[in-house]
């Protein structure tokens, strides 16, 4: 069974810039997540999408941050303008469905540093 | 929110020896925690995970214990080998109706010296 895929790998920008990060689930996956991981920190969770809707994104800095499932499929999470804060790695994880309890498979990320 | 400590931050042990991290958290509603592993440079991946309707569960040198009356698990490893050295995570869901959406402790950086 294929894995999570993500790219790109890694990505540099400047600040200001704006930048797309895609994700594609595991195969039948209902649900999909966008983490955020700050070098030394834990994953952050940005937002979780059942199907082609969004379930809850209020850690989602949605000033700057926007995210889309359309298909219910593959994912795109946009960064518009990019801040230096931002860089990190983006980690997109997917799982069967949303119970508590389902496990959550994770993507090889996309590093991102913003200059 | 929820709220998840984790420690330590780092740990360090000899090959052979056993290594345990703590995870505390807040919300008693929480009946699913799970311990995931991350290699530098790479993803997550869950390792062992724990409902709340037991109190230990074991997989070869990997262990998991749960006290839900004190809002803590913790992470056994035995045995240790040098590649058991990474960074560990406990994640705990999060206090709302969403299901599964998860809050990640700080992360422990366990090595393992030969």
């Known amino acids: 069974e294929a894995g999570v895929a993500q790219s790109p790998r890694y990505k540099i920008i400047e600040k200001r810039q704006s930048v797309a990060f895609w994700c594609n689930p595991i195969s039948g996956h209902a649900t999909l997540y966008w983490y955020q991981q700050i070098l030394g920190q834990g994953p952050k969770l940005l937002i979780q999408?059942?199907?082609?809707?969004?379930?809850?994104d209020s850690q989602l800095p949605k000033d700057r941050f926007s995210a889309e499932r359309l298909k219910g499929v593959d994912s795109t999470l946009k960064i518009q303008p990019a801040k230096l804060e931002d860089s990190a790695v983006y980690l997109c994880?997917?799982?069967?469905?949303?119970?508590?309890?389902?496990?959550?498979?994770f993507g090889p990320g996309t590093r991102l540093l913003v200059l | 929110g929820e709220n998840v400590e984790q420690h330590p931050s780092t740990l360090s042990v000899q090959e052979g020896d056993s290594a345990v991290i703590k995870c505390t958290y807040s919300?008693?509603?929480?009946?699913?925690f799970p311990w995931y592993k991350q290699e530098l440079g790479k993803r997550p991946q869950l390792i062992i995970d724990i409902r709340s309707n037991v109190g230990e569960k074991k997989d070869q040198r990997i262990a998991v214990t749960l006290n839900k009356t004190a809002k803590h698990f913790s992470l056994h490893i035995t045995e240790t080998q040098p590649e058991d050295s990474a960074v560990y995570f406990c994640a705990v869901p999060m206090n709302n109706n969403a299901g599964n959406m998860l809050t990640f402790g700080g992360g422990t950086r366990l090595m393992v010296k030969p």
């Open positions: 919300d008693s509603a929480s009946n699913y």
């Open positions: 994880a997917s799982s069967a469905n949303r119970g508590q309890g389902e496990t959550q498979y």
């Open positions: 999408f059942q199907n082609n809707g969004v379930v809850d």
